[in-house]
C-alpha cells in the first residue's frame, strides 16, 4: 500500500472511528469524509459519488452486478474467475478469445441473444495485460439496444467492466469507455485490500444482496468502511494524477526486460497482444521449464514472479486463461507472469533480468542434462 | 554415482537428509509423496505448503524434484485400516502402517522403477547392511514406527539422520541455509494433525451414546458418545465428575459398553503379560530369551522375556508397564539393534 494512502486512512481507525451513521457532530464529520470520498472515487471515472456502491473488493461489486441484472449474460472465457464463477449462476454464453487474449466486439456481437442482459468484459485481462476493445464492445451493446426499442422490445442489455486491472494505466471515465456498470478494486492501485466499489448509470437498477440500515441507497446495508473508502479515494486519486507518467515509464522498463529476455532466451514465447497491453505486464513462457522452479529460483534473490500453473505435477492447476489461449500444456508449465509497478526501476529491473536469465539458463542447463 | 531418492515432506528433517546426501556424492531427486490432502474441520491439510516446500528446498539445492501421488493407496492402506480397527475397538498405530505399506513398500518400488537405485527418508534411526538400528538421539528415536519395515527394503533404504540429534540437525539446515530450517515440526498423526483421533474418527463413524459402566459394581456411572473413541488406559474425557480419575479399563464393541474403575491397581492397567501377534522379525527370528521391549514410542525401554507360542509371541515383563491397548505395536530391541516386534492381540 501506499505511505500517502496508509496515512489518509490512519485517522479514521482511531481519533474519528465514529459511525458515520450517528447523529452526533463528530459523527457527521466522519459522514462527510466518507462523502467526499465516494465524491472523489466518482470524480476519477467522469461519475457522481452517489451513483457509487462500496463494497468489499472487485469480487462483490462484479457478483452484485450479475445478481442485479441476471442472465442471458456473455463474457469471455479468459475472464477472471469472479467473472465466471458469477456467470456460471445464470445462462450465459463464454466468448473465445484469440490466442492474444483479446475478445473482439465482432464475437461479442455475434454472441448476443434477444434475450441479452448484460455484457461483461474486462478492461484488461489480469494475467496477460492484454487491454480489450471495451469501446467497440459498447458500440455493440449501444446498437442492439437501439435495435431492440426500435422494434419495441424493452429487454435491458447493459455493459459491465471489471477495470481493476487496468485503471493504474488506462483511462477509466465511463462515459468514454461507454459502459453502464464498472467495477474497480482498491488494492490494485496500491489502496487496501477488501475495498472496491461498483458504478452504475443511473438507467441501471440494483438489487440489494445485502439488507440491514440501508447504507449505501439501501443496495448494500452495513456500517461503511470509511477508512477504506479513504484510502481508495486517495489511491485512485494518486493513481490518476501520475497515470501517464507511469505508464510510460513502466512501458519501457517492461520492454526492456523483454527484449532482454528474448535475446537470452530465443525459444521464449511471448503471450498477450503485442499493441494493446498493459505498460506494466509481461507474460512469458520458457517451453519445458517448470516454471514453479524458477519462482522458487527467483525469490530467495529478491525478485517476485508468478506462474500460470501451480505446482506443476499437480493436475488440474494450470491457469484457464493459458488453457483459453491455446498455449501448449509445456508452454504453459513453463510460464513467468510479471508485473512491474511503483517499485520498479531502471536498476532493479536490470537485476531482475540479470537473475531471471540466469535462473531460468540454469534450469534448462538442469533439464537438458 | 549412486542415485538416491529422498522424500522430501517439506519439513526440516527431510529437507537436512537431501541436502546431506548431496553433500556426500549422491545423485539426489526429491520426491514429494502426496498422500493424504483432506481438510478436516478445524484443520486445513497444509499439503499443498508442504509441497511447495520440499520443492523450495529442492531448488535450493539444484536437485530434480518429482511428486509421487499415492492418495489412493494411502486411503486404502493407512486410513481405511485406521478406521477399520478403532471399530473392532482396538489402538491402531497408522504410522507403523504408512511405514511398512507406503514409505518403505509403494515410495521404494515406484523410486526403483523410476530408476533410483537407493531410497532415504529423514527418519532419526540408523542402517547397516539391512540391521535396523536406533538412533544416536535416543529421544528421538524411530524406530518404534520403522519395525515392521523389511530387511530388503532397508537394504535400499539411507537414514543420514540417525547420526545426529534433532537440534544439531535444525543447526545444520540454519547452516546451509535452507529454506525450512526453522519451519516448526508437525505433529501428532500427519492426516490428522492436531484436532485428534477422536474428531477425525467422528467424520466417519456414527456416534452413539452408550454407558459408562464401573466394573466393580456394575453401576452406569454416565453416558458417552461411542466406544470406538476409548482406549484401555485413558484417563481423560470420561466426564464423570469430580473424586478420583477414572480409567478404562475395558470396552464392549458390540454392547457399545466402556468399562472403568478409579482403582490404579487394577490388573487391567498393570498386565504383566504380553501376546503379540502379526509378529514380524527384520532380519532372522530371535532365539527365545531376554529383550528390551517398547510399548509406544518414546516410551522407555522395558526388560521382557520373549517366547514363541505358534505363530505369536508372549512377552513377560520383568516390571510391570502401565498397559498398552489391543491393537498396539510392542517393538523389541536386542541392545540398540530393532529386531522386529507385533500387535498386541
Known amino acids: 500500500m501506499d505511505p500517502k494512502v496508509l496515512a489518509a486512512m490512519q485517522p479514521y481507525f482511531s481519533d474519528d472511528f465514529y459511525n458515520p451513521s450517528a447523529p452526533y457532530a463528530p459523527a457527521i464529520v466522519v459522514r462527510r469524509a466518507y462523502e467526499a470520498a465516494k465524491d472523489s472515487l466518482g470524480h476519477a471515472i467522469g461519475a457522481k459519488g452517489d451513483e457509487i456502491v462500496m463494497t468489499a473488493g472487485a469480487t462483490e461489486s462484479v457478483n452484485l452486478a450479475f445478481y442485479s441484472i441476471g442472465g442471458h449474460i456473455v463474457t469471455a472465457n479468459v475472464e477472471h474467475h469472479a467473472v465466471l464463477e458469477a456467470a456460471k449462476q445464470f445462462e450465459h454464453t463464454l466468448v473465445a478469445a484469440d490466442e492474444r487474449g483479446f475478445v473482439s466486439s465482432a464475437a461479442i456481437k455475434a454472441a448476443i441473444q434477444a434475450d441479452t442482459r448484460l455484457v461483461s468484459i474486462a478492461l484488461a485481462n489480469n494475467e496477460l495485460g492484454t487491454i480489450q476493445p471495451l469501446r467497440d464492445i459498447a458500440e455493440v451493446v449501444r446498437t442492439e439496444r437501439e435495435a431492440r426499442l426500435s422494434r419495441g422490445d424493452h429487454t435491458p442489455i447493459y455493459l459491465h467492466s471489471d477495470a481493476s486491472q487496468g485503471v493504474g494505466q488506462l483511462d477509466v471515465n465511463v462515459a468514454r469507455l461507454g459502459v453502464d456498470l464498472l467495477t474497480l478494486n482498491a488494492a490494485k492501485v496500491y489502496g487496501p485490500k477488501q475495498v472496491g466499489l461498483l458504478w452504475s448509470a443511473s438507467h441501471v437498477a440494483l438489487k440489494p444482496q445485502v439488507r440491514g440500515g440501508g447504507q449505501e441507497r439501501g443496495i448494500r446495508s452495513g456500517t461503511e468502511n470509511v477508512a477504506g473508502a479513504v484510502g481508495f479515494a486517495k489511491a485512485l486519486e494518486l493513481a490518476s494524477e501520475h497515470r501517464k507518467y507511469e505508464s510510460d515509464r513502466l512501458g519501457t522498463l517492461r520492454d526492456g526486460l523483454e527484449s532482454k529476455l528474448v535475446a537470452a532466451f530465443p525459444q521464449a514465447v511471448l503471450s498477450g497482444h503485442r499493441k494493446h497491453r498493459l505498460a506494466g505486464h509481461l507474460h512469458i513462457s520458457f517451453p519445458n521449464l517448470d516454471a514453479e522452479r524458477v519462482l522458487f529460483a527467483l525469490e530467495s534473490r529478491g525478485v517476485l514472479v508468478a506462474t500460470g500453473s501451480a505446482c506443476a505435477a499437480n493436475k488440474g492447476t494450470r491457469s484457464h486463461v493459458l488453457t483459453a489461449i491455446g498455449l501448449a500444456a509445456e508452454v504453459a508449465d513453463g510460464s513467468l507472469r510479471m508485473t512491474l509497478g511503483h517499485l520498479s526501476n531502471e536498476e532493479n529491473m536490470a537485476k531482475a533480468a540479470e537473475y531471471i536469465i540466469e535462473e531460468v539458463g540454469r534450469e534448462y542447463t538442469r533439464v537438458q542434462s | ?345
Open chain 2, 1 to 345: 554415482m549412486t542415485k538416491v531418492y529422498v522424500g522430501m515432506s517439506g519439513g526440516v528433517d527431510s529437507s537436512l537428509t537431501a541436502a546431506l546426501l548431496k553433500e556426500q556424492g549422491y545423485d539426489v531427486t526429491g520426491v514429494y509423496m502426496k498422500n493424504w490432502t483432506k481438510d478436516l474441520p478445524g484443520m486445513k491439510c497444509p499439503w499443498a505448503d508442504d509441497l511447495a516446500d520440499a520443492k523450495r528446498v529442492a531448488v535450493q539445492l539444484g536437485i530434480d524434484f518429482k511428486v509421487f501421488d499415492f492418495e489412493n493407496e494411502y486411503k486404502h492402506k493407512v486410513v481405511d485400516y485406521m478406521i477399520e480397527e478403532y471399530k473392532l475397538g482396538r489402538t491402531p498405530n497408522p504410522d507403523i502402517m504408512c511405514n511398512q505399506e507406503v514409505k518403505f513398500k509403494l515410495f521404494l518400488e515406484t523410486a526403483l522403477e523410476d530408476g533410483a537405485d537407493m531410497i532415504a527418508t529423514g527418519h532419526y534411526a540408523r542402517v547397516e547392511d539391512g540391521v535396523l538400528k536406533q538412533a544416536v538421539d535416543v529421544n528421538k528415536d524411530q524406530t518404534y514406527f520403522l519395525y515392521r519395515v523389511t530387511e530388503k527394503a532397508l537394504q535400499k533404504t539411507l537414514f543420514p539422520l540417525g547420526e545426529f540429534t534433532k537440534p544439531a540437525v535444525r543447526e545444520m539446515a540454519k547452516e546451509r541455509g535452507l529454506y525450512t530450517a526453522a519451519k516448526k515440526d508437525s505433529q501428532g498423526i500427519c492426516f490428522v494433525g492436531q484436532i485428534g483421533i477422536r474428531e477425525f474418527l467422528s467424520q466417519y463413524v456414527e456416534q452413539v451414546a452408550g454407558p459408562i459402566i464401573d466394573k466393580k459394581s456394575g453401576k452406569v456411572l454416565g453416558q458417552h458418545d461411542g466406544a470406538i473413541f476409548y482406549t484401555i488406559g485413558q484417563r481423560h474425557g470420561l466426564d464423570l465428575g469430580g473424586g478420583l480419575p477414572y480409567y478404562v479399563v475395558g470396552k464392549d464393541m458390540d454392547k457399545n459398553e466402556v468399562y472403568v474403575t478409579t482403582d490404579l491397581n487394577d490388573e487391567t492397567l498393570w498386565k504383566p503379560e504380553l501376546t503379540l501377534s502379526s509378529v514380524h522379525w527384520i532380519n532372522a527370528a530371535p532365539t527365545e530369551g531376554t529383550f528390551k521391549v517398547r510399548i509406544r514410542h518414546r516410551a522407555p525401554l522395558a526388560s521382557a522375556t520373549l517366547a514363541f507360542e505358534g505363530d505369536d509371541v508372549k512377552l513377560v515383563l520383568h516390571d510391570a508397564e502401565r498397559a498398552a491397548a489391543a491393537g498396539q505395536s510392542v517393538v523389541i530391541y536386542d541392545g540398540d539393534v530393532c529386531i522386529g516386534g507385533g500387535i498386541i492381540a
